[in-house]
């Protein structure tokens, strides 16, 4: 069973940086379909960015996040990260990292307990 642990989050000022962690334990996430997803108040879930596979060099990214924000793995340490930088206030929301598997013949789906981003003078 794959569970999945963001770390990362805080206060930011404007223009300044974050490095959100996902650690997975139980399963490897070299095989799974990671993606970082963000919510803020009042407003819909949305996908922020998303990597296939260990060895994908093309990630998706979100328009409004494209250029500014970076998805990467760290395989050795089961790891998946998010850099983010120049951050804007309306990048202020619960970042939450999200997993696919597919295991014994099914879609296995896993949430992490997201990560507060606020960014604010």
């Given amino acids: ?17 974050l490095r959100l962690s996902c650690v997975g334990s139980g399963a490897p996430l070299e095989d799974a379909i990671i993606s970082w997803f ?3 108040p009042g407003q ?9 596979s260990s060895t994908d060099q093309r990630p998706n990214y979100a328009d ?9 793995r760290d395989i050795a340490k089961n790891t998946v990260f998010l850099d983010m930088n120049k951050l804007k206030p309306e990048d202020s929301a619960v970042y ?10 099914g879609k296995n789906m896993y949430w992490g307990r997201g990560t507060q981003v606020t960014v604010s003078a």
């Fill in 1 to 17: 069973q794959l569970q999945l642990v963001e770390s990362g989050g805080g206060l930011v000022q404007p223009g300044g940086s």
């Fill in 96 to 105: 939450l990292c999200y997993a696919e598997r597919y295991a014994d013949g």
């Fill in 38 to 40: 963000r919510q803020a």
């Fill in 44 to 52: 819909d879930r949305e996908a922020v960015s998303c990597i296939s």
């Fill in 64 to 72: 409004s996040v494209k250029g500014r924000f970076t998805i990467s």
